[in-house]
């Protein structure tokens, strides 16, 4: 019967384009960047905020307004622990953008294979002691009367390991043991990075007669110059923070080195030995002030949000 007859299930057209399936990339996309979003406002905008609200109070948690800033920068301590850190970083962040980039364009230049894949192995290895266990390893390497580099020392006039770190020679001391330690991942990045270079525009330029060295300096640092931003952002973020490294130094050689060395030293001091948390919450905001506003000029001078 004409009443009875059953829908029929309408046929694609031959040649016509399927209908693409129900894509549930959009969920899984937002439950991991929902996963973020909460171990970020957990542990990076809410300890924040209460370092603010603490800054701003004072110890029976009235409104003390600027004072503990105010207190903080007038330490004497505080300009000193500035200057540390900024020689430091100076010193470190050189080496580490121009190094590295040397480096991984002279590796990525390698065409033996197994040569190539040595040094970036290389490299990379001193990575795996990280943090304090870099540090206790350095301590036995800047001994002139026991580390292996103990001839080096003595020929530049150093007779004992109190001599090797005087506060004077620590912003060196610390830029070597983080370029030592850091340096090697940031080589495997941006060899990464060269690697995603048009192998046409590189033939294009040798054709045009461009040396090894031209073709460095005209075309890979250009395109390296998000990557080389990227890698300054995270090492400035890294460095403010110098801690590890002199708390054990000045534990290692009975106070030649001052437990208020760094800023994140001085902090320390100021929470767990005068118990100052609105001093020592300042002192952390000014550090992030800072490590923002730098990181602001390596986004915009190295255009790391401009689009190719």
Known sequence: MVGDTAPVAAVPRQGAAPRPPVARHGTMSYAFVSVYVVLMIAFGIGPALYALYLALTDASGGFA???NFTRVTGDFRFWPAVTHVA?????????????????????????????SRTLRFVFYLPGALAGASSVLLWLFVLDPTAGPAGGLLRLLGFESFIQVIVPGNLPVIFAVIAFWTGAGGWIVIMYGALNNISNEVIEAARMDGAGAAQIAWRIQLPMLRKWISYMGIMSLAAGTQLFVEPQLLSQASNAVVPNDYSLNQLGYQYAFQQNDFNGAAA??????????????VFVTRGGLFERD
Do not use: E, N, P, Q
Not at 90 to 107: E, N, Y
Not at 283 to 296: E, T
């Open 87 to 115: 020689l430091y970083l100076v010193i470190w962040l050189v080496a580490l953008v121009v190094l590295v980039t040397l480096l991984a364009v002279v590796v990525h230049t390698i065409r033996v294979r197994w040569l």
């Open 283 to 296: 002192i952390s905001l000014l550090l992030l002030v800072v490590a923002l506003a730098l990181s602001a």
């Open 65 to 67: 307004g600027l004072d």
